[in-house]
């Protein structure tokens, strides 16, 4: 590799950026993969994508093909990894998509991550019709927390924007994130740090907010600062790591949020998971369109809590309208060989009201 990073600029000032890249041969525009990871070994680099949620092997390449590539990648971002001794984080365009760039100095060199970016008008969730109409008038109703829950690597994130962006033209909206996943020019968007959230919120109460958006709550301070605002007349969307509805509420406990305070400020819980995908043209056995998985993409399945009198009690005893399960979801997608029944009963299996 070049040592003199800003030559870089006189080499490579009219180098041809998308032909670079695409001569090197790293379709980078195919959507269905988030990420590229290139980790230096002693003799080669070797790539692995991430593709439909799975890291897979994708191929080996050379040390000299690397450093061509990096050089590529260094000079879009305007980095210098090479002479700086810190790590460090980028951005870049190709092909009209956006892309975030991890560098880290390792033992064989300089390993970097490549994540695609999503623009909000690429997503595209499918919720049951009755249930997308309950969250948006959840998330419209003033004074109100709106909880958006599930393991991790569920969607929620994707979701939560999906539902955001249905809304974001008769509302103020204002988005916490760490970091920014889906590029939306619409709304506020700040891109905070995990200890910052508390006081990054403090002065977005100050800027006359209808919505907000915020990513997971962890901490106790944020978690009651977000009820606190919900009382003066906002409306909150955040995410809780959870396994259901149920075991969401034992999560806003655990953080300081009393039964008074859900059941006044907290309109709705949803759940979700994603569950793979059958690929339809090899029926699971795996091809070259699923990069031999068997897998093309999710399906997302969801459950709801309506916040009302009764929940904290026995929940198979909860009326019609207040509690949905995904298991009905399931059954069908089974039924139409969308799933397979070792998914099926893997989710129906790590469910545990």
Do not use: W
């Amino acid at each position: 590799m070049n040592n003199d990073f800003y030559s870089l600029y006189e080499e490579l000032d009219t180098y041809d950026f998308k032909g670079g890249i695409d001569q090197l041969g790293f379709n980078f525009s195919d959507r269905r993969i988030t990420d590229y990871h290139f980790e230096p070994l002693k003799e080669n680099v070797r790539v692995k994508i991430r593709y439909s949620g799975k890291l897979l092997n994708f191929k080996t390449i050379t040390k000299e093909n690397y450093d061509e590539l990096l050089n590529l990648i260094l000079l879009q971002t305007g980095k210098d990894i090479i002479n700086d001794t810190k790590n460090t984080d980028g951005s870049f365009e190709h092909n009209g998509l956006n892309f975030r760039v991890s560098f880290m100095k390792s033992v064989n060199g300089i390993s970097l991550v490549i994540r695609r970016l999503q623009n909000i008008k690429e997503v595209e969730v499918k919720i049951p019709e009755n249930l997308e109409e309950k969250i948006l008038n959840s998330i419209k109703s003033k004074s109100k927390v709106t909880i958006f829950s599930g393991p991790t690597g569920a969607g929620k994130s994707t979701t939560m924007a999906y539902i955001i962006n249905k809304i974001k033209d008769d509302f103020k909206v204002h988005s916490i994130e760490s970091p920014v996943e889906y590029i939306n020019e619409n709304i506020i968007q700040i891109n905070v740090e995990e200890e910052d959230k508390v006081d990054v919120l403090k002065y977005i109460l100050r800027q006359d907010p209808e919505i907000i958006q915020i990513g997971e709550v962890r901490e106790k301070s944020f978690a009651k600062l977000l009820f606190e605002s919900a009382v003066t007349g906002h409306s909150l969307v955040a995410s809780l790591h959870s396994q259901n509805v149920f075991k969401a509420l034992s999560r806003l406990k655990g953080l300081g949020i009393n039964e008074e305070q859900i059941l006044s400020n907290c309109d709705l819980i949803i759940n979700q998971r994603l569950i793979p995908k059958i690929c339809q043209q090899c029926s699971g056995s795996g091809c070259e369109n699923c990069y031999q998985t068997g897998q093309d993409g999710y399906v997302t399945v969801f459950e709801y809590l309506r916040i009302s009198d009764g929940i904290f009690k026995d929940y198979k005893k909860l009326p019609d309208g207040i509690y949905y399960s995904f298991k009905d979801q399931l059954i069908k997608l089974l039924e139409k060989h969308q799933i397979s029944y070792e998914s099926y009963q893997e989710t129906i299996g790590s469910y545990k009201g």
